[in-house]
Nanobody, 116 residues
Framework: QVQFVESGGGLVQPGGSLRLSCATSGFTFSAYTMSWYRQAPGKERELVATITKPGGSTNYADAVKGRFTISRDNAKNMVYLQMNSLKPEDTAIYYC?????????WGQGTQVTVSS
């Protein structure tokens, strides 16, 4: 019943930009804190950015501060990650996450590759 459709990943040159989208359904989107995580090959999954419900706040990993922007549209059940000034170390599978209390919901991930 719960569905995540992630898109926007791909191959980009260093310094380029990508916009990731996560379309969700099957749960009360507006009640959840939304996040983007990423997992590089051979590495554990790490938190990239988080956005709380309207009136809340955003948080970013130090590695992406000033370059990435997370946003959400509760009317459309969508969450986005605008990624600018991309670096090779940003290469990873990016996952959309929804969290409410002890509940965690995950997307399947979208590949981002930063290479010249």
């Amino acid at each position: 019943q719960v569905q995540f459709v992630e898109s926007g990943g791909g191959l980009v040159q260093p310094g380029g930009s990508l916009r990731l989208s996560c379309a969700t359904s099957g749960f009360t989107f507006s009640a959840y804190t939304m996040s983007w995580y990423r997992q590089a090959p051979g590495k554990e999954r790490e938190l990239v950015a988080t956005i709380t419900k309207p009136g809340g706040s955003t948080n970013y990993a130090d590695a992406v501060k000033g370059r990435f922007t997370i946003s959400r549209d509760n009317a459309k059940n969508m969450v986005y990650l605008q990624m600018n000034s991309l670096k090779p170390e940003d290469t990873a599978i990016y996952y959309c996450n929804a969290r409410f209390k002890t509940i965690n919901l995950w997307g399947q991930g979208t590949q981002v590759t930063v290479s010249s």
